[in-house]
C-alpha cells in the first residue's frame, strides 16, 4: 500500500486525488494532508482519511484545525516550514504537489532529495526552477510523474519509446471561454465571464490562466524540462473539444495521440499507479459523441501570454521565474477586480522587460527574483489600475 502526502489536498486536484484514493483504498493510504486556509475542508478531509498529519499553512487557523481534529489521533502543525519538513518523513512513498503556484516549489525539493517520487500538479515548479528540479530527481533517483492532463498525455504516448528520438509534442489548448474573440471585446470581459470555462471544472487561478492561455504557455515551459525538448519542440493547437490530451510526433512522422473525456482523475490515477493501469468506472470517450474534432491555431496576438512564455523559454535563465511572479500577482489583481483582463499581459510584459536577467540562476537566485518581481507588478498594478495602457 502506498503512503500518499497530498500537498494542496483542498484545491481542484486534491480534492479529486482524494476522490482516487477513496476508489483505491486497497491501494492508498492518505499519510499527510495540507492546505492553505481552508480550515474547514482539511478538518473535514481529515476526519474522512486519518492521516498521520494535518498541516494548514496559515498559522492563523492552527488553532481551529487542532481543535477540530483534537478528538483524533492526527498531528496538526501550521505554516510552510512545516509542510518542507514533514514532506521528508521516511513513510512517505508519493507526494503529490497540488499547492497553488511559487510556493510549490521549496517542499517538491526537499521531497525529491528524500528520495520521494514526484506526481506533479503544480506546473509552477518546473517553470521556476526546471534545471534544478530535474537535475535533482535525477541525481536521488526519483520519478517526476506529470498530473496535468496535456502533460500526462505526452507521457503516456511515450510508454515503450525509449529509444526513439522525439521529433516535437503537440499540446492542446481548449482555447477557453474567450477563443475567437476581439481585443474589443476582451477589454471588457470581468472575472466572472473568465471564471466560465467550457470544458474543465478547475480552481479560480488556473481557469483564469487558462482563458489568457497563460495556463498553456507555463505548460510549454514546463513540457522542456519534463521531456528535455528544445523550444522549437514544443507546439500549440487550439482543440476545442478537449478530447485528445496531446500528441507526440516521432522523427518518422508518426504521431501518437492520448484520447479521453475531459476528467482529471485519469491522470491523477496513473501517475498514482504508474506503471500500471488499474480499472476505474469513469465514463468513456464515445466517437458517436464527438463526431467532429476540431483544430485551429492559436491567436497569440490577441492572446500575448502565450507568447511571452515562449519568449521566456527561448531566453532561459530567470525569465521564467519573472513571468510566473509576474502572472500570479496580475491574476490575483484581476480576481479581486484590480486590474484588466489584457492589462495582465501588460504587467507581466513590462516585469519581463524591467526586472534584472540572470542566465545561470542559482536557487537563491529564484527566490529572490520572484520576491522582486511580485513588490514591482503589485506597484504596477497600484500605478495603473483596471486598464493599464497597451504598449
Known sequence: MKQIAILGSTGSIGTQTLDVIKDNDELFRVFMLTANANAYLLIEQAMAFLPKYAIICDETKYQQVKEGLAHLPIEVLAGHQAIKETVTHPDIDIVLTAMVGFAGLEPTINAIKAGKDIALANKETLVVAGEIITTLAKEH???????DSEHSAIFQCLAGEQDNKIEKIILTASGGPFRGK???YLTTVTREHALKHPNWVMGAKITIDSASLMNKGLEVIEAKWLFDLRADQVEVIVHPQSIVHSLVQFEDGSIKAQMGVPDMKLPIQYALTYPARVKTNYKRFNFMDYPTLSFEKPDMDTFRNLKLAFDALERGGNMPCIINAANEVAVAAFLKNETGFLAMSDIIETCMQQIDYIPAPSLTD??????????????????????????
Open 366 to 391: 529564484y527566490l529572490n527574483t520572484d520576491k522582486e518581481t511580485r513588490i514591482f507588478a503589485q506597484n504596477l498594478i497600484q500605478q495603473t489600475p483596471l486598464k493599464a495602457v497597451r504598449s
Open 141 to 147: 533517483n526519483v520519478k517526476i510523474l506529470p498530473v
Open 182 to 184: 476581439s481585443l474589443d
